[in-house]
Nanobody, 122 residues
Framework: QVQLVESGGGLVQAGGSLKLSCAAS????????MGWFRQAPGKEREFVAT????????YYADSVKGRFTISRDNAKNTVYLQMTSLKPEDTAVYYC???????????????WGQGTQVTVSS
């Protein structure tokens, strides 16, 4: 069992930066791949980034590639999403999730946090 709690969301102007954190509890965190997803009002949940248990493999959605960076600290049971050059279209609730392997589909992830709101003003 893994429990996830996101933090770090907020309101930022376009071009600004935010760093999201996801604190995990559970003995298997270091063995889980972790992902970030987001969901804007009226839209389906979409993949943002994922990182393997070791941190050696990372994948990003094309829409955030070059702007967002996913990382993890297994000693702190925490995964991060550094977001830079934010755009109004990045506005969404951001969720972290845990899975057995990296993937881009929400159905691959067994555990989810409650989400944190990110709002980017133009």
């Amino acid at each position: 069992q893994v429990q996830l709690v996101e933090s770090g969301g907020g309101l930022v102007q376009a071009g600004g930066s935010l760093k999201l954190s996801c604190a995990a509890s559970g003995r298997t965190f270091s063995r889980n791949a972790m992902g970030w997803f987001r969901q804007a009002p009226g839209k389906e949940r979409e993949f943002v980034a994922t990182i393997s248990w070791s941190g050696g493999n990372r994948y990003y959605a094309d829409s955030v590639k070059g702007r967002f960076t996913i990382s993890r600290d297994n000693a702190k049971n925490t995964v991060y999403l550094q977001m830079t050059s934010l755009k109004p279209e990045d506005t969404a609730v951001y969720y972290c999730a845990a899975a057995d392997a990296t993937g881009t589909l929400p159905k691959m992830y067994s555990y989810w946090g409650q989400g944190t709101q990110v709002t980017v003003s133009s």
